[in-house]
């Protein structure tokens, strides 16, 4: 049974950093790519990151690109997202999945996890 079980999110004040970890467990984890997307309250799940199964390709959505970087560790089966100068608009629920492309496009993704609150305050 493929799992992805997120973590680190929390509150922080704008400006702030968080950083977020997906342990998978379930699958071979360096076969897959690796991506992270968000879903604001009232708004559609978008793309933030996504990292190549080897680690050395790594592609970021506009609003986060300079801000946020993803990375893994197939060692340890666990891909995170590290997020600097955080802003109130970042505030979601931040998923990780797992596809078999390197993609942006949420529909290319097969295993999810559950999310983890990211809430940046003003």
């Known amino acids: 049974q493929v799992q992805l079980v997120e973590s680190g999110g929390g509150l922080v004040q704008a400006g702030g950093s968080l950083r977020l970890y997906c342990a998978a467990s379930?699958?071979?984890?360096?076969?897959?790519?690796m991506g992270w997307f968000r879903q604001a309250p009232g708004k559609e799940r978008e793309f933030v990151a996504t990292i190549s199964r080897d680690g050395t390709s790594t592609y970021y959505a506009g609003s986060v690109k300079g801000r946020f970087t993803i990375s893994r560790d197939n060692a340890k089966n666990t891909v995170y997202l590290q997020m600097n100068s955080l802003k109130p608009e970042d505030t979601a629920v931040y998923y990780c999945?797992?596809?078999?492309?390197?993609?942006?496009?949420?529909?290319?993704?097969?295993?999810w996890g559950q999310g983890t609150q990211v809430t940046v305050s003003s």
């Open positions: 379930g699958l071979a984890f360096s076969t897959w790519n």
């Open positions: 999945a797992a596809g078999s492309v390197d993609s942006a496009t949420r529909n290319d993704y097969t295993y």
